[in-house]
């Protein structure tokens, strides 16, 4: 397969109309080429932003029993 590129797949998803329509409206004046291409972005940004919720190896209350933990310890003031 030397040489060859993957070539992108696509398929299609239904969006009601007055979501496309809105979606149409903001895009106007920016750098998006169509609503597809800006449906494509959020989508990827929300999917990120997910990814790096979840990737967080301690959530806040992990990090304050921590934090205390070693304040009756006397590594922190």
């Not at 007055?18 to 972005?41: A, D, N």
């Amino acid at each position: 397969m030397e040489g060859k590129k993957e070539e992108a797949r696509y398929t299609s998803v239904s969006l009601p109309t007055p979501l496309f329509e809105k979606i149409k409206e903001r895009i106007e004046g920016t750098g998006f080429t169509s609503v597809s291409s800006y449906v494509v972005y959020v989508l990827r940004e929300v999917l990120s932003k997910e990814a790096e919720e979840k990737s967080e190896p301690f959530t806040r209350e992990d990090e304050e029993r921590v934090k205390d933990r070693l304040r009756a310890l006397g590594y922190l003031d």
